[in-house]
């Protein structure tokens, strides 16, 4: 072989084996993207928050086509304290793979008035026709006629959640339970300006309902809540928070509820034993909140421990009619599920230290509900 033919054959050498490695290169990552990817973000999926993921999309192509074929990442739109969520809504229920979304969670964003209720309703309405789940907490600027136009369109719904909304009446409420037939987890509190008549749609067009919370709706009355206890017997959750105009009348009803788990009485002003000794005909209760129930004493809670064994949170803050009787039979019947007890502020119970208090309940870890 001449010296020009070896010098040739020497310079494509390393030429061949520069570009055997390059393909080698790109075969390898083609197979990472095509194999590995997907895995990642088929685990990555279920763990991170729906903001972070979509800002993955912008990462590479491959990527950016994983997660937009993963169907599940589109069933959710959260724009919890965005700003101009209204257009935002808009624009990504616009977007075809939003078309089966299940869940929008819009609480305490900013910028959702009825009028883009009416532009999603008008655009793009049927991208709702499989929602389940609506959180309007906080969203100050929507009134009946939002709730109107967006419960006509999701017909679906199972849960709806309108915390702190001053303008809701009793109009927006004969729209919900119209158009939305299968509500089984309603969220009013703080809606000041409903009435019982809302009460009694939900009582009658309901029956399945789950959980229900009308904290501090302060123009209901023992007739509205009545209505709920006598038809809803499937509730497992009530929130009463702050409804000081309630009584025993309507208290005693509760024990109407045999798969409640969780009630919060709490500044129920006008509970006495006896409506707490019916209350606690419940053996299912879990979470008990009796927090400033200023009436009730020793014989309220002791019927309370006698007969809800399962009692796993309860709260006696502020309560100057219990003593230490009814915390020796608490621990009898509740010891050993009890982890939440406060008695914070009962004057007549003795000030025990911590570790007195995990001798009557071994499982407690929480001492102090409210400061």
Not at 88 to 100: C, F, I, M, T
Not at 245 to 262: G, M, V, W
């Amino acid at each position: 072989m001449t010296k020009g033919l070896k010098m040739e054959k020497m310079q494509k050498e390393p030429s061949s084996k520069s570009s055997r490695a390059m393909e080698e290169k790109v075969t390898a990552e083609a197979i990472w993207n095509k194999e590995t990817v997907p895995k990642v973000m088929k685990i990555v999926s279920t763990r991170l928050p729906q903001r972070e993921l979509i800002n993955l999309l912008f990462v590479s192509p491959w990527i950016h086509h994983t997660l937009h074929s993963h169907p599940s990442l589109w069933l959710v739109l959260d724009f919890h304290e965005m700003s101009n969520a209204g257009n935002r809504l808009v624009s990504a229920l616009s977007l075809p793979r939003y078309r089966n979304v299940k869940h929008i969670n819009l609480e305490f964003a900013q910028d959702i008035e009825d009028k883009q209720l009416e532009i999603v309703k008008s655009k793009c309405g049927n991208s709702l026709l499989n929602l389940e789940i609506l959180n309007l907490n906080g969203c100050q600027r929507i009134s009946d006629k939002g709730i109107e136009v967006v419960t006509s369109i999701c017909p679906r719904l199972k849960v709806f959640s309108i915390y702190w909304n001053v303008r809701v009446t009793d109009v927006g409420i004969t729209h919900l339970v119209k158009n939305c037939r299968s509500v089984v987890d309603l969220n009013l509190s703080g809606c000041k300006n409903i009435t019982d008549k809302s009460l009694h749609l939900v009582a009658d067009n309901y029956q399945e309902m789950e959980s229900l919370n009308i904290t501090r709706c302060i123009k209901l009355t023992d007739s509205g809540l009545q209505r709920i206890l006598l038809k809803c017997s499937s509730l497992q959750s009530l929130n009463l928070y702050a409804l000081s105009t309630l009584t025993d009348e309507a208290y005693k009803k509760i024990s109407l509820l045999p798969h409640l788990t969780f009630l919060d009485l709490c500044g129920a002003q006008n509970l006495t034993d006896d409506g707490l000794s019916c209350i606690a005909m419940c053996k299912n209760l879990v979470s008990l909140n009796l927090t400033w129930c200023v009436r009730v004493t020793d014989v309220g809670v002791i019927a309370i421990a006698q007969g809800c064994s399962s009692l796993e949170f309860l709260s006696l803050f502020g309560i100057l009619g219990v003593s230490d009787k009814c915390l020796e039979v608490l621990s009898s019947f509740c010891s050993d599920t009890l982890t939440t007890l406060d008695v914070n502020g009962c004057t007549n119970i003795k000030n025990r230290s911590r570790d007195q208090l995990l001798k009557l309940f071994p499982n407690l870890t929480c001492f102090k509900v409210h400061s």
